[in-house]
DNA sequence: TAAAAGACTGTACACATGTATAGGAAGTGC
DNA sequence: GCACTTCCTATACATGTGTACAGTCTTTTA
């Protein structure tokens, strides 16, 4: 997991700079988009100098990367988190699916920053869906050979459901409240829910 | 409509250089995102110097918002090509979805430009997502004033409907091609469909 | 034909960006 | 005490950005 060992100077956050560096990049990455944050606005945000982002991180690509691998870190946790006890299939795939509901709960900078690295993905970089995708594919095999996953469907299609079912209403819910927003009739009720579903 | 008349000094493309530099400022904004796009880009790729962007349109956020109105009119022009011939309002309703649908079928940089507007919005600013709010809005009250649509929703909630039906699956495909993109197995096969509907 | 208007270019400028690097401050091991 | 590493700041630089503007060419108007 990332270091959380406090260097020396650690601060009165009991957070490393280093650490509060690629937290504050999380949140500003999520909310202006990677392209539109300067270095000098997260090191403001951290606290510290632009000198002290290079010295930890080298460049800016090198943070974006820590950052990526911190967000499929949280999502690894949250899987971890559920024990794989005794029991059927379906019910361990819904826990886990609730974990991660509870996790990107607690981190909406993870929702927002990954419904951007959607759009900018499709060149060969090692970039966070494919991250994601990997880890999904490796849960569906420990299930799989744990006896507790279907092989009636491939794998592919089993991961796509899945990340589908976990992050589809995440990404879409945003359209929704901006134009819920919009009309005051819809002010006090609560928002309409989406329902995401896969068919062949 | 946006001007097509040709001005004086037409390009053999049939386009003015003007309407050139809007073309090709929503495939590069769609691409890259506005952010990440300069004007220097904008202009070279549309066969131009930077000046006669600025001589054009002023400024970058008002070439963007030039790019917008073209959109907005896109759709504008989608619905309208529909006759409303004397028919029930479901019908006419699921001609203006086709109409839509083809017209983004027709424009993908419309989609992807759209994918990353809806991340975007948030400020006072009147942006594209508000328009396109604005415009079904107005087909709701239309459709209800010639008595095709039921007024026992609220006209928030049909506008949402609508909207999410004629984008959701739009906006949540490429992350489904993404997944399947690493997967073999589901090279050769059609890619999973999604369904997207709402619930209260 | 002369003049006004608009399309278009090229250059210039102030500013923000990512990165490099020299050096100071603080902790650790001997 | 001293070296040594790590954390951190400050400054500098090359590059890319949006915008401004003076001037040229072309079309339209009269």
Redesign the pocket.
């Known amino acids: 997991m990332t270091e959380r060992a406090a260097?020396?100077?650690a601060?009165s956050d009991d957070l490393?700079?280093?650490a509060r560096i690629r937290r504050e990049a999380l949140h500003l990455f999520a909310e202006h988009g990677v392209g539109a944050?300067?270095?000098?606005?997260v090191a403001a945000s951290a606290g510290?100098?632009?000198?002290?982002i290079?010295?930890?991180y080298?460049?800016?690509?090198a943070l974006c990367d820590a950052v990526e691998l911190e967000v499929v870190d949280l999502f690894a946790e949250a899987i971890a988190s559920v024990p794989v006890a005794d029991r059927p299939a379906a019910e361990l795939v819904a826990a886990r699916d609730v974990a991660v509901a509870e996790m990107l709960a607690d981190n909406p900078a993870v929702v927002d920053y990954l419904r951007r690295a959607i759009l900018h993905g499709g060149g060969d970089r090692k970039d966070l869906v494919s991250r994601l995708t990997e880890l999904t594919a490796q849960q569906v095999h420990d299930l799989r050979s744990a006896g507790l996953a279907s092989t009636r469907q491939t794998v592919g299609e089993q991961v796509v459901t899945i990340m589908v079912r976990q992050l589809g209403r995440l990404f879409l819910q945003p359209l929704v409240d901006r134009i819920a927003e919009e009309f005051d009739d819809l002010a006090g009720l609560p928002r309409p829910q989406l329902l995401v579903s896969l068919t062949r």
Do not use: C, I, M
């Open positions: 260097g020396p100077r601060r490393t700079a280093k944050t300067s270095l000098r606005t510290v100098t632009v000198g002290l290079v010295h930890h080298g460049t800016k690509e």
